[in-house]
């Protein structure tokens, strides 16, 4: 069953604080994204992963780093988390660029 | 650079009517086209795709045809239902990364 999983899928920082998030997913797509999502608003690409150690910034990378060791495992840091980080981020793989993309359940972030 | 448009931000319809969500691309390269839709708190899911000029693509009632010569990729059903409630993006890849535009939302009346 192809699927994208996030961990958590809820969480409550504070300002100041480090925020990991992070996504698998089980069908050996080379390609993941992650996008984030504000109210009533379209998906901003932050970072895009070609595969292991193959990332590259997508339109609002500032404030976010990312992490790809494992082809399967995609990790979405920030540094230092802000009050205007705060939204829903969203996961996805894809075995390139022509195909589907599939997203993962979303991980909402509040950031005080 | 790429770049899609989606020119209706709200669309709010009776049940039982027709619909058509608007979706014009600008790209340079061999277009592929999406249709994403997103019920509320759910992640988006492909709701249909196509590469292939001037062929209808159908899926779960809702259909489009990418139009080469007018970059567009419009996104029609002839009876809308209460459950097609969601936003709907339309979406462009150049065979690299996706564009997504900022999406339209349907909202259905009984």
């Known amino acids: 069953d192809m699927k994208v999983t996030q961990m958590p899928r809820y969480l409550i920082k504070r300002m100041g604080e480090n925020v990991l998030l992070e996504c698998g997913q089980d069908m050996s797509h080379e390609t993941m994204y992650w996008y984030r999502q504000d109210p009533g608003l379209g998906l901003q690409l932050i970072y895009i992963?070609?595969?292991?150690?193959?990332?590259s910034e997508g339109d609002i990378p500032k404030g976010y780093r990312v992490s790809r060791k494992k082809r399967e495992h995609f990790s979405l840091i920030l540094d230092s988390a802000k009050t205007n980080q705060t939204s829903v981020y969203f996961c996805?793989?894809?075995?390139?660029?022509?195909?589907?993309?599939?997203f993962g359940p979303g991980t909402r972030l509040l950031v005080l | 650079g790429d770049s899609v448009t989606q020119t209706e931000g709200l669309v709010t319809l009776t049940k039982g009517l027709p619909v058509m969500l608007n979706c014009t691309y600008q790209t340079t390269y061999s277009p592929f086209l999406f249709w994403y839709v997103q019920h509320l708190n759910e992640a988006p899911k492909l709701l249909l795709k196509s590469s292939t000029d001037n062929k209808r693509t159908e899926h779960q009632g809702f259909y489009a045809t990418l139009h080469k010569s007018s970059s567009s990729f419009h996104l029609q059903k002839s009876s809308v239902q209460l459950s097609d409630s969601a936003l709907y993006f339309c979406?462009?890849?150049?065979?690299?990364?996706?564009?997504f535009g900022d999406g339209t939302q349907l909202v259905v009346k009984p």
């Open positions: 996805a793989s894809s075995s390139g660029g022509k195909d589907t993309q599939y």
């Open positions: 979406a462009l890849s150049d065979g690299g990364r996706i564009f």
């Open positions: 992963s070609y595969d292991v150690d193959s990332n």
